[in-house]
Structure formats: structure tokens, C-alpha cells
């Protein structure tokens, strides 16, 4: 990723409108700020939320609140905890979201 032609500011993530996303269970909520190709999220999944989708997207996520079980498409699975990240690049490997508690997120992609 490289950042680029893009000044210093701020955000107030109570400003930025929110968008409901269906999962196969539950839903996500996401704030969503672009800058040019990076994409920049605040996003909360309600308990018992599954990601309807193997997602092959690069990320760099940190877990603000709650508890973020990461499932890898070759088994391997990840919980992450607050204070927890994760970052995968594109296309490297398939993974999924699942949280029974729900879980406050910030994803930088």
C-alpha cells in the first residue's frame, strides 16, 4: 500500500454515517472513509455474526471490543481480542469473519 496525496486530517467516527451489511448471521455495521484506493473502516458485528463470503481482500485490522474468531479457508482459525490485530495481503489467503459476541473493529484495506 502506498499513501499518497492525502493531508492531514482527522476523523469523528460519530459523524460518519453508518451502512448495514447482512452476514449469513447477524449483521455489520460499517463508518467508511475512502482516500483515493485505501479504504479506511470502523466496523461492529453484532453477536453471532458470520460473514456470508471467503473474502480474499488484504486488510490490517485491530480489535477495539469484543472477541473476533478469524477463520483461515485452509482450517486454521484465530481469535483475536481487544488490543489483537491481524493484517493479510490480496489474494494471499481466504478468510472469514465470525463473532458469538459481537465485536468493534478497525480495518484499514
Keep these: 500500500m502506498k499513501i499518497s496525496d492525502i493531508p492531514f486530517g482527522t ?21 467508511t472513509c475512502n482516500f483515493g484506493n485505501i479504504r ?6 453484532t453477536p453471532g455474526y458470520l460473514a456470508d463470503h471467503w473474502c480474499s ?7 477495539l471490543e469484543g472477541e473476533l474468531l478469524t477463520e483461515l479457508k485452509d482450517g486454521r482459525k484465530v481469535v483475536l481480542k481487544p488490543g ?26
Design 40 to 45: 479506511v473502516r470502523m466496523v461492529e458485528y
Design 57 to 63: 481482500k488484504g486488510h490490517i485490522l485491530l480489535c
Design 84 to 109: 489483537m490485530s491481524y493484517h493479510v495481503s490480496d489474494n494471499a489467503e481466504l478468510h472469514r469473519s465470525f463473532s458469538s459476541v459481537g465485536a468493534k473493529l478497525f480495518i484499514v484495506d
Design 11 to 31: 476523523i469523528d467516527w460519530s459523524s460518519v454515517e453508518l451502512t448495514q451489511h447482512e452476514g449469513e448471521t447477524g449483521l455489520a455495521y460499517w463508518s
